[in-house]
């Protein structure tokens, strides 16, 4: 059973940061490539930025380059998505999740487990 456990959201003002953390269960945490996705309201599920197992590559939305870094830590089998200069844009629900595969992909299709997801608000 892998379980993904998000936190840190919260209401900020823009400019401000957030660090979102999601803790996965289960032992394949180190040979699985991990993503964070956000779904706003009345609007479908997005890509934000992906990391591989081995860290050595990311990738990011356009929309959140330069502003958003995600990182993890095997030892901890944590992801993170460290968030600066938000702005009213970035309110959304954000999920992290896994899929089963040393390479990340853009598509949540490729993810076959998901948190439960935290609210970020940024007010202006």
């Known amino acids: 059973q892998v379980n993904l456990v998000e936190s840190g959201g919260g209401l900020v003002q823009a400019g401000a940061s957030l660090r979102l953390s999601c803790v996965v269960s289960g032992r394949t945490f180190s040979t699985s490539a991990m993503a964070w996705f956000r779904q706003a309201p009345g609007k479908e599920r997005e890509f934000v930025a992906a990391?591989?197992?081995?860290?050595?590559?990311?990738f990011y939305a356009d929309s959140v380059k330069g502003r958003f870094t995600i990182s993890r830590d095997n030892a901890k089998n944590t992801v993170y998505l460290q968030m600066n200069s938000l702005k009213p844009a970035d309110t959304a629900v954000y999920y992290c999740?896994?899929?089963?595969?040393?390479?990340?992909?853009?598509?949540?299709?490729?993810?076959?487990?998901w948190g439960q997801g935290t609210q970020v608000t940024v007010s202006s």
């Open positions: 990391i591989s197992s081995t860290i050595a590559s990311t």
């Open positions: 999740a896994r899929r089963t595969g040393r390479l990340y992909h853009v598509g949540a299709e490729n993810y076959d487990y």
